[in-house]
C-alpha cells in the first residue's frame, strides 16, 4: 500500500507518520519548501511530544519521505490524503484555497484511477467540490473519488490520539473507497476501535458537531464562572459536581481564558457561515463564539482595571504563549491576545513558555522573552499565568514573589489555589473562584 499525503503541518505529518508505522509507504509533500528540508535534514517544524522519534524510526526504514514534488507525488500514489490548512476568512466562512489548490494539482497531474480523502476539516459539501475540481483539470478522464476522514487528534496529545482513537470517522460514496480505507486504518480496528461508516457529507459535520460541542461545555463552564464571581459561588465546586455527572463527565469543564487554537474558533465561526448559508439561524454556536471572545476581555480588563487604567511601563510577566500545554501552537491563543493587548497599552511584556517562545516572539517581537517562569518575573508588577502547562503547577510562590517588584498574581487558569499564593503575600485573581 501507498499513500500521499498533501500538507505536512500538525495533521499531515502525525497522519503520515502515524501510517507509515502501519507499514503503509508514504509520501508527504507540502508547497513550503523550508518545512520540507527542515523534515529532510531530520528536524521538525512543530513541536509534538514523541514526533521526532516516531519520524526518525519510519525515515530510516525507508517508509516515510518528504518532498516539494507534488506531480510526481499524485502521479505514483492512488491513495491521496488532503491534510492542508483551512483558516477563517475575514467573515469566518472557511477559507478553501489550500484544499482548491491541491485538488487542481490532483486534477492537472492525474493519470489513472485515484481515491482523495479529505484530513482536513472542511465545510459540508467540499467533497463535491474537491470532485468538481479534480474533473476539470482532468478533463474527466479518470475515474476518481472523494471520501471525508475528519481528524480528531488533539495538539501536544496527538501521537498517543493517532495510535488509540476514540473512533474513526469514514465518509465514502463506495463499497470501493471504504474498503480501501478500512483496510488502511485495520490496525485500529484490530485494537477495537469504533468505526464510524457514513456518507461524505455526514462525516464532513460530524468534525464540526464534535469541535462545536467541546467549545460549547467551555463556553458553558467560563458562563457559570462568571455567575460565580458575581455571588460567591467556587467555579472549582460547581465544576467538579458538574463533571461527577456521568451524562456530563470531567472533560473541557475548567474555566479559564477561554478556547483557542487553529480549530475550536475557526470551525465554531465556519460552522455558523454554513447553517447560515442553508438558511439556520445557529444561535449557540454564536453564543459560545461570543462568550470565547468576551473571557479573554475580560481577563485583560480585570489586569486593566487593577493598574487603575494605567499599564504604561508596567511589567507584566505571563507564563505561557501557546493556546494550551504540550503544543508550540500560538494560533488564536488567549495567551498571545493578552500579551498584544498589554503591548498596545504600554505595558512592558516578558514572557515565558516551555516550546512556543520561538513562535510569540515571531508575531511580538516586542515582548521579552526569558528561560523560566522566575526570569520571567523579575521586576514584574504582576504575573500572569495564561496557560497551565505542567511546568506552572508547582511554581515555589515564594521563590516567583522574592522575584517580583509588585504582588499581583493572575491565575487565568485556576490552578492555584488562592491559600498558596496569599501564603506568599500575592494579591490572587482567578477566574471564578
Ligand atoms: P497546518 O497549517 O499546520 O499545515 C497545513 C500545511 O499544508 C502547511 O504546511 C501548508 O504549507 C500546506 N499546504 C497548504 N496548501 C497546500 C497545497 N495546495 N499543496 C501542498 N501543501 C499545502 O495545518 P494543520 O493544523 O495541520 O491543519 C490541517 C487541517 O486539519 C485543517 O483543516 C485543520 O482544521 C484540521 N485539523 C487540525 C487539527 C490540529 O490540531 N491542528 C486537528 C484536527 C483537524
Redesign the pocket.
Known amino acids: 500500500m501507498k499513500i500521499a499525503i ?9 497522519t503520515g507518520t502515524g501510517l507509515s508505522s502501519f507499514g503503509i509507504d508514504v509520501t508527504c ?4 519548501k523550508n ?1 520540507i528540508e527542515l523534515l529532510n535534514s531530520g528536524k521538525l ?2 513541536y509534538e511530544p514523541q514526533l521526532e522519534d516516531l519520524v526518525q524510526n519510519n525515515v530510516k526504514e525507508g517508509r516515510l519521505r518528504f518532498t516539494g514534488d ?1 506531480e510526481n507525488v499524485i502521479r505514483d500514489n492512488n491513495v491521496i490524503f ?6 477563517s476568512n475575514a467573515d469566518g466562512s ?1 477559507n478553501l ?6 485538488a ?2 490532483i486534477g492537472e497531474n492525474l493519470n489513472g484511477y485515484k481515491l482523495v480523502v479529505n ?4 465545510p459540508v459539501g467540499t467533497g463535491r467540490f474537491v470532485h468538481k475540481i479534480i474533473e476539470e483539470y482532468s478533463d474527466g478522464l479518470y475515474e476518481v473519488e472523494v471520501a471525508s476522514n ?6 501536544g496529545a ?1 501521537v498517543r490520539d493517532f495510535f488509540h482513537p476514540n473512533r474513526i470517522v469514514l465518509g465514502t460514496s463506495s463499497e470501493k473507497a471504504l474498503s480501501v480505507l478500512t483496510d488502511i486504518y485495520r490496525p485500529l480496528y484490530l485494537l477495537e476501535t469504533p468505526f464510524i461508516k457514513t456518507n461524505v457529507e455526514t462525516a464532513e459535520l460530524i ?1 464540526y458537531a464534535a ?1 462545536s460541542f467541546l467549545a460549547t461545555k467551555i463556553s458553558f463552564i467560563n458562563e457559570m464562572a462568571n455567575i460565580c464571581s458575581r455571588t460567591g459561588a467556587n467555579i472549582a465546586d460547581v465544576s467538579e459536581a458538574l463533571g461527577l455527572d456521568q451524562r456530563i463527565g470531567k472533560k473541557f469543564l475548567h474555566a479559564g481564558i477561554g478556547f483557542g ?3 475550536f474558533p ?2 465554531l465561526r465556519s460552522l455558523v457561515k454554513q447553517a447560515d448559508s442553508v438558511g439556520y439561524d445557529f444561535i449557540l454556536g454564536k453564543g459560545v463564539i461570543e462568550v470565547n471572545e468576551n473571557q479573554r476581555r475580560y481577563a485583560f480588563k480585570r489586569i486593566f482595571d487593577t493598574f487603575e487604567g494605567n499599564l504604561k511601563g508596567k511589567i507584566i510577566a505571563i507564563l505561557g504563549a501557546a493556546f494550551k500545554p504540550e ?1 508550540d ?1 500560538i ?1 488564536e491563543s488567549p495567551a498571545m491576545y493578552l500579551a498584544n493587548k498589554l503591548l498596545i497599552s504600554q505595558a512592558i511584556v516578558r514572557m515565558y513558555d516551555p516550546k512556543a517562545l520561538d513562535n510569540a516572539k515571531a508575531v511580538l517581537p516586542e515582548i521579552i522573552c526569558t528561560s523560566n517562569s522566575y526570569e520571567a518575573a523579575e521586576g514584574a508588577d504582576a504575573v500572569v499565568l495564561a496557560t497551565e502547562w505542567n511546568q506552572f503547577r508547582h511554581l515555589d510562590m515564594h521563590h516567583l514573589k522574592s522575584s517580583m517588584k509588585g504582588n499581583l498574581f493572575f491565575d487565568f487558569r485556576n490552578v492555584y489555589a488562592r491559600q498558596k499564593a496569599e501564603d506568599a503575600e500575592l494579591e490572587y485573581f482567578a477566574i471564578g473562584k
Not at 498533501?6 to 502525525?14: A, D, E, K, S, W
Not at 488532503?82 to 483558516?87: F, K, L, N, S
Open positions: 498533501i500538507g505536512t503541518g500538525y495533521v499531515g505529518l502525525i509533500v507540502d508547497t513550503d518545512k517544524p512543530i507534488l488532503i491534510a492542508v490548512g483551512t483558516p472557511t484555497s489550500g484544499v482548491r489548490g491541491a487542481k494539482s484530513k482536513s476539516t472542511v475528519p481528524e480528531f487528534l488533539r495538539e496527538a468534525k469541535n487554537g487553529s480549530c475557526k470551525d503544543t501552537d494560533r
